[in-house]
């Protein structure tokens, strides 16, 4: 049985986001490019059984990660 086939057989319930802080995070590379990457969450849902372990809420999101890549600048006399 896949994925989405046992989600749904557990009956999630879509769950407002109220309030969001999506931050960048940074790399930098050793040759001066700068990699950023954000993840934006587009749906939350509620799985109404709860984790067998130990009580806590389980939770399906569908999010998309926003990448912006700056590059380094080139030394002089190389470009």
């Known amino acids: 049985m896949n994925d989405l086939s046992v989600a749904t057989m557990l009956n999630p319930t879509e769950v407002e986001v109220l309030e969001a802080r999506e931050a960048w995070s940074e790399y930098r ?9 954000k993840p934006i969450m587009i749906a ?36």
């Open 29 to 37: 590379l050793a040759d001066g490019t700068v990699l950023r990457v």
């Open 44 to 79: 939350v849902s509620r799985v109404d059984d709860a984790d067998a372990m130990n009580g806590e809420p389980v939770y399906n999101m569908k999010s998309t990660l926003v990448t912006d890549v700056r590059g380094a600048k080139t030394p002089p006399g190389l470009g």
